[in-house]
């Protein structure tokens, strides 16, 4: 009977610390990582501040994890596009692009992970996702080298390269600054704008012809 009731309580734990992150990860795209409080996280979670630090030391930690958790789904999201079938150069092209939309769709999550200042904890994530981008595109870059698509040395530092462009791209266009003038109805680039110049850099870059050139050719 007691091995039960201990499992029940790790079960309760463990639901209770998804919440938790559930929560983090929503206060996070509201507001960014600077309006996630524990004590704010706590009224949203409906708990004793104190609660928190049994799942987590402090906010570095638990920041950290929302900055992983949701980095992971979007390393997910572009690694199926890089790895699905077709012609390198195209499969290039869709990933930035299902990159750039998605940051879109979510700016003010895409520019806290990409750019807002952070806990030393988050910004090693951040370090170690950088990495997990490279290495899907380093993944790509060596295909499209062995087929003569791309025509690029040094494989790994073109493909740090291509992080750091997709995040210099996007910084700008989704930084606070520009969604407030977008909202009082300034201009600025918008998505489709941004996407066609981050493919069109990010393609010459590795040698590799545009999708127009293909069908001309």
Known sequence: MAYRITEARLDRDLELRRRI?????ARVAEG?????TMQALADDVGIATGSLYRHFRGKGELAA????????????????????PGP??????AGLERFAARAWHSRRLAFALIAEPVDPEVDAQRLRYREAYAGLFVELLEEGVRHGVFRI???PLCAA????AIAEALIGPLSPQARAAREQGGGGPDLAEVS?????????????????EEEQS
């Open 88 to 93: 390198p150069a195209r499969r290039l092209a």
């Open 161 to 164: 390269c291509l992080v750091g």
């Open 153 to 155: 040395e040094r494989i």
């Open 196 to 212: 066609r110049s981050l493919v069109t850099f990010c393609l010459r870059a590795v040698g590799a012809s545009l999708p127009a």
């Open 65 to 84: 994890e929302v900055f992983a958790r949701a980095s992971q789904h979007e390393v997910e999201a572009l690694a199926e596009v890089l790895r699905a």
């Open 32 to 36: 960014g990582f600077a309006a996630l």
């Open 21 to 25: 992150l559930d929560c983090a990860l």
